[in-house]
């Protein structure tokens, strides 16, 4: 295996498709999102159910060539880095402009084609989804981008990350900061095992995004 192949699938992957870890000083694996942590790392398909897998089957102490501690918690572990490190992405592109908030500037982001994406809260009303959904059907039905739709935080962790309060509906526009949001955005989503609403066949099925 080259050091991009993931301990669980043998698969080669992209970096972005995949979580290194490596082992703490103390033995314990863990994960090193960013790729900087020093000694031998290995890797795993960005997916909790893959991390999982490697954790019960303990495919770390072979793959790091050393006896390891595998945490028990160690899939929701990742997972809270991961929320933690988009929600960290989407403050940083909100303070570059790169967020728009409320339903109304969102709707006018997806038809502007400015949006890259939107993001609705936990708790987005049924009507509200729609309207937007109604949106990004029109835009994509005149050659517009498909503009894709999460449904991953609580309108409290938008709030917080945002800076603002009741957020329920925000989108990612298309600016540098906000094309680093996406792309950890994407990331926790896949590693969720949830894919994006990119569906326009009908705006009774857009406005059920992520459900």
Do not use: Q
């Amino acid at each position: 295996m080259n050091d991009r192949t993931c301990i669980v699938t043998r698969e080669a992957l992209e970096p972005d498709r995949l979580i290194r870890f490596v082992a703490a000083p103390d033995g314990t694996v863990v994960p090193d999102l960013k790729r900087k942590l020093p000694g031998r790392g290995c890797w795993v398909g960005a997916e909790r159910s893959l991390v999982e897998r490697a954790a019960a089957k303990n495919l770390f102490s072979r793959a790091l060539k050393a006896p390891v501690t595998v945490p028990p918690d160690l899939a929701e572990m990742v997972e809270s880095l991961l929320v933690s490190t988009a929600l960290g992405a989407l403050g940083l592109a909100r303070k570059a402009g790169a967020v728009a908030l409320g339903a109304a500037k969102v709707e006018a982001g997806v038809r502007s084609g400015k949006a890259l994406a939107v993001l609705h809260a936990d708790e987005a009303s049924e009507d509200g989804v729609r309207k937007i959904a109604n949106a990004r059907k029109s835009i994509a039905h005149v050659g517009g981008p498909m503009v894709p739709a999460y449904k991953l935080f609580s309108e409290t962790e938008m709030s917080l990350a945002l800076g603002a309060t009741n957020v329920i509906h925000a989108a990612v526009l298309d600016r540098g900061p906000g094309e680093a949001a996406l792309r950890r955005i994407d990331a926790l989503a896949r590693y969720r095992g949830i894919v994006p609403d990119r569906d326009m066949s009908s705006a009774a099925d857009a406005a059920e995004d992520m459900e």
